[in-house]
């Protein structure tokens, strides 16, 4: 990410952590953070499982998760895994034997605490099944099932115990040569993800994957984990997020790129910016909002959006968006382009305006973007 040096308060400087790839995408160094969700179907159900990757990608997950805690479920990982267009990781607990099963299925990564999965041969074996089918490992502490050892040791769950935890593991990954590893040290509450999470980027170098877990509800848990991410991301820690919700996965994938757009760390699609209306609004700009929503969900190419009710704040807000709108009177707003004034437009027909403005402009994105890929090969 390149810093901004016109306006320096809107920097994030990373903390910096070491790559290393997922499949096809690098995660850590200077890799853009990736946002990853993770499907809730029935993972041997081809069909269900795929659709629910295909969807969580269309919306911009980098990578999704699928759970396999049975033989059903590696089985079909091999077909899930074919036909991702993302890569997929396999979340495995204690069996070491679905771990490798997963390995040797196409699986990109490897959810698992090397600690949790018995004597050191089977650590061995799962390590070298990740060697050979170039799997990552996730190590992922959670403050609900941390080692019976440290519970003792600290009496609850808290952050040094949830690093101790991580270092445990990671141990085991270095003594047998193997640095391919991110880690997370997860928690439903904020504050021990947040200290948890702080304590465990001072004491590694590896790659750090965000989460709160069981966050909640769709905004309970947007809410949690907007603060619980949003203030590590906002210090620079995080190389990969998952938001956690009870909720569609898409949502997942929405609300992590919301948070990282929100801190200028990753670009998506359009990014509105409207006002919340009021007696002065020239238009019903929450009812445009949501059409809007709707109808540029298919955007990718990154750009601004200003929908603005009144002049109160229109024109200022439009100088900084790409394009924008402020209502006026009688019937009718102003449509700013590059933050200048472009034309007048009627109520009833500007959704059908920004849409195609909208549209043209994405075009015109994609091609120079694919111009410059072009000059660069
Ligand atoms: S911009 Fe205008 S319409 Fe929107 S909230 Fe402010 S005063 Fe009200």
């Known amino acids: 990410m390149s810093l901004n040096p016109v306006r320096p308060w809107r920097n994030v400087y990373r903390r910096k952590s070491r790559q290393i790839m997922v499949g096809k995408v690098p995660v850590g160094g200077d890799a853009p953070i990736s946002v990853q969700t993770m499907t809730n179907t029935d993972t041997s159900d081809v069909k269900a499982t795929l659709d629910q990757v295909l969807r969580a990608a269309d919306v911009g997950a980098d990578i999704v998760r699928v759970s396999t805690p049975d033989e059903a479920s590696t089985k079909a990982l091999k077909e899930i895994c074919r036909e991702s267009p993302v890569p997929i990781v396999a979340d495995i607990h204690f069996h070491y034997r679905r771990a490798i099963e997963a390995a040797e299925a196409g699986a990109a990564c490897l959810r698992i605490n090397p600690g949790n999965i018995g004597d050191e041969k089977r650590v061995r074996e799962v390590i070298a099944a990740a060697k050979d089918h170039g799997c990552s490992i996730r190590i992922g502490v959670n403050a609900g099932s941390l080692e019976k050892h440290l519970l003792e040791k600290y009496g609850e769950p808290c952050p040094e115990a949830m690093v101790e935890s991580a270092l ?24 021990l993800s947040a200290a948890a999470y702080q304590a465990l980027a001072e004491a590694t170098d590896a790659p750090l994957h965000l989460g709160i877990t069981e966050a909640g509800g769709l905004i309970s848990g947007t809410v949690k984990s907007a603060i619980g991410l949003g203030n590590l991301l906002w210090m620079g820690i995080g190389d990969t997020i998952r938001v956690s919700l009870s909720a569609d996965p898409v949502e997942e994938v929405k609300v992590g790129y919301e948070i990282l757009k929100s801190l200028g760390l990753r670009t998506r699609g359009v990014q509105i910016i409207s006002c919340p209306s009021c007696a002065r609004q020239g238009f019903d700009v929450i009812k445009t909002v949501e059409a809007l929503e709707k109808r540029l969900e298919h955007i990718k190419q990154p750009m601004s959006l200003s929908i603005i009710g009144c002049v109160v704040n229109g024109p200022g807000e439009a100088l900084m968006t790409d394009i924008g709108f402020t209502g006026g009177g009688a019937g009718s707003g102003m449509i700013y382009l590059a933050g200048k004034q472009s034309h007048k437009m009627s109520n009833e027909q500007m959704i059908d305006e920004i849409v195609r403005l909208v549209e043209e402009r994405a075009e015109k994105l994609a091609a120079e973007a694919q111009a410059a890929e072009a000059a660069a090969q």
């Open 168 to 191: 445990e593991h990671i141990r085991i990954l270095e003594d047998n040569d193997f640095r391919e590893y991110k880690v997370s040290v997860k928690a439903s509450d904020v504050f």
